[in-house]
């Protein structure tokens, strides 16, 4: 009995061919949120945030060194593939965490390589969906591939890149805009989004707060008429998707959460900023967005901190399902 219980734990390629790509959508809202946490003296979360969500991206990379016909088959789904990109974005954000515990210097070639990652994927994403395209099979976490260059934006002050990416933010509002029409379109004239992929809706949030934050981070003079545009679709898209937690953390657990962490994670830092900027130019506004801050804070920590807990289980037993036998209950 002794035997079995310090046996070594084997893990296989097999092991890593079920991870999904949901791992490194939690962790981009964890990684996002424990820097914001971190911000705010709480250490300990930032460095736990960001080893987990390196782990994560590691897993990832393995699971495609070690399945690339897989992953390939994956990255050419219209929803699933749509989550490959934020393997890219989360190393962007990893960035910053390495730059500041490294040097400066390492941290910028973890962004522009998590930036390389990012465009590769998207790539490979959209060229599928245009080769069969169909208004049918487009979804909200389309945002993720077409917008997701704007966390380059977002994550360039740990790496003092501010003004180079000021490019990104330019460039992902602009298709943010356009995307937005079209998936308006596609509801109004192909239905609903289907019932078993409404989660993705959670992402509806995500590209008006990322562009809001990027914008923040890379301008000290914000344009009055584009922050007109941003504010409110982030502050509605938010809210409306408030509206949905209830009902999807009535679900059993599944990877299929991940779109609820990132938008929720990325329009508190949004906010934040926005509050920052509001108070430099003594603005009255800025004691409401400072609460509206701490109020985002609160709902996004509950729900993506119940989230990777769910997610630590789930891949637990997705890794060790085969040597659990070796482990005491």
């Known amino acids: 009995m002794i035997t079995r219980l310090i046996s070594p734990i084997k893990l296989t390629r097999h092991h890593f061919s079920n991870i999904p790509i949901a791992i490194t959508g939690i962790s981009l809202g964890f990684i996002t949120l424990g820097n914001l946490w971190g911000d705010l003296g709480s250490y300990w979360l930032k460095y736990f945030a960001n080893i987990f969500s390196a782990v994560a991206v590691i897993l990832m990379l393995l699971k495609i060194f070690l399945h690339p016909k897989k992953c390939y088959k994956e990255m050419q789904h219209h929803m699933t593939g749509s989550f490959y990109p934020t393997i890219g974005m989360t190393l962007m954000v990893f960035s910053n965490f390495v730059a500041s515990t490294v040097n400066l210097t390492a941290g910028r070639w973890i962004w522009w390589i998590g930036i390389c990652i990012f465009i590769v994927l998207a790539v490979v994403f959209m060229i599928a969906q245009i080769k069969n395209f169909s208004w049918h099979n487009v979804l909200p976490s389309w945002f993720v591939p077409l917008v997701g260059i704007g966390v380059a934006a977002v994550s360039s002050g740990g790496v003092q890149m501010n003004d180079f990416a000021s490019n990104f933010f330019y460039i992902a509002f602009f298709i943010y805009l356009m995307a937005l029409i079209g998936l308006i379109y596609r509801i109004v004239t192909h239905g609903n989004i289907p019932d078993d992929k409404k989660l993705t809706l959670a992402i509806i949030a995500a590209p008006a707060s990322v562009c809001l934050a990027g914008y ?26 408030y509206t949905l937690i209830p009902k999807f953390l009535r679900i059993p657990f599944h990877p299929g959460l991940a779109p609820l962490t990132f938008p929720l994670a990325v329009g508190t830092v949004a906010v934040q900023r926005l509050s920052n900027y509001l108070a430099s130019i003594n603005s009255s506004l800025a004691g409401l967005f400072n ?20 997610l630590l289980f789930l891949l637990f037993n997705t890794l060790f399902k085969d040597n659990r036998e070796l482990i005491p209950h």
Request: glycine share 2%.
């Open 216 to 241: 923040m981070a890379t301008t000290q003079t914000p344009s009055t008429i584009i922050l007109a545009i941003l504010v409110p679709l982030a502050l509605v898209s938010t809210f409306y998707v």
């Open 291 to 310: 609460q509206l801050f701490y109020i985002e804070l609160f709902v996004a920590t509950l729900v993506i901190g119940y989230i990777v807990y769910k």
